[in-house]
């Protein structure tokens, strides 16, 4: 049984670095690669998708090969469901990095998915919020220092990580990953 992992976080949070660190270090973990309709840009950035015509990418939603999808600036976004398939196979766990709406799309088709969101290194120094499972006292934290138009649903995560230190964040991101292989063997 494949445990899925979702990480999100706002922009310049480094989720997406903390994400590539915690696939090198963590052996049995596979990142799930997005498909996208958007243009395909010369530079490092599009290695992690494959695009697709829009035509396609709608054939595949009415096909429902996404775990999840969305459309951000008149483009589509979404993670295929065979890359779970495709971890199972192998054995291996799945990351999949994506926005909250995605995490509310795979929650209802992978109930058990663990989620795990990425704040900025702003709110470093706050024990109660790295690493923590979510509480009221921390949201109502999080909630005023947070602009609402950036504001993520903290209660929909199970799991919040401050990024202060990259290879700190990697590790909490393992850390809760082994304790999910642990719980569920």
């Known amino acids: 049984m494949s445990i899925v992992v979702t990480i999100s976080g706002a922009f310049g949070s480094g989720k997406s670095s903390v994400v590539h660190l915690a696939c090198q270090l963590l052996d049995d973990l596979d990142l799930a690669i997005p498909y996208t309709t958007r243009p395909h840009m010369v530079d490092k950035r599009d290695s992690g998708f494959f695009f697709t015509s829009r035509e396609v990418f709608e054939l595949m939603i009415e096909r429902e090969e996404f ?4 459309s951000v600036f008149g483009n589509y976004y979404g993670t295929p469901r065979h ?5 199972k196979e192998k054995g291996k766990d799945l990351l999949i990095q994506v926005d909250d709406r995605g995490v509310a799309q795979i929650k209802q088709k992978v109930p058990d998915a663990v989620s795990i969101l990425v704040l900025p290194g702003q709110f470093a120094g706050d024990e109660h919020i790295a690493g923590s499972t979510i509480d009221k006292k921390v949201l109502s934290r999080l909630q005023a220092a947070s602009p609402p138009s950036q ?3 903290y209660d ?4 919040l990580i401050v990024n202060d230190r990259l290879e700190d964040s990697a590790n909490k991101v393992i850390e809760i990953i082994r304790s999910e292989r642990l719980r569920r063997s």
């Open 151 to 153: 504001m993520p649903n």
């Open 83 to 87: 890359s779970l398939q495709q971890a």
């Open 156 to 159: 929909k995560y199970d799991h």
């Open 67 to 70: 775990l999840e999808y969305t």
